[in-house]
């Protein structure tokens, strides 16, 4: 007979959202968050590995320096991604 696991006895661990730029280039997909104080990015081949790397790298961001690294007095409602033609 298996034992079923208790859901209701686990801890959920916070989490914090943010809002990440992803790239693609021609060699992979580049990855990085704002909101954040400091450099924090991420790469991948695809999408799903860019996105794996930066939430990796945020976490580690975070435990290395802290809640402190948190843009809380500026937090980032939206992200617009937009084009310009600028003549040179």
């Known amino acids: 007979m298996r ?10 661990l916070p989490t914090e959202a943010f ?5 693609k280039h021609a060699d992979g997909y580049v990855a990085y968050p704002l909101g954040l104080k400091g ?6 081949d695809s999408y799903e ?3 794996a790397d930066v939430k990796s790298a945020i976490r580690f961001h ?7 690294v948190l843009d809380v ?3 980032v ?6 084009e310009a033609e600028v003549t040179m």
């Open 19 to 23: 809002k990440i730029i992803v790239e």
């Open 49 to 51: 590995q860019a996105m």
């Open 3 to 12: 034992k079923q696991k208790n859901n209701r006895n686990r801890k959920r």
């Open 77 to 82: 409602l939206e992200a617009f991604v937009a």
């Open 73 to 75: 007095e500026s937090p």
């Open 39 to 44: 450099v924090v990015v991420g790469q991948g």
């Open 62 to 68: 975070i435990e290395t320096f802290g809640k402190d």
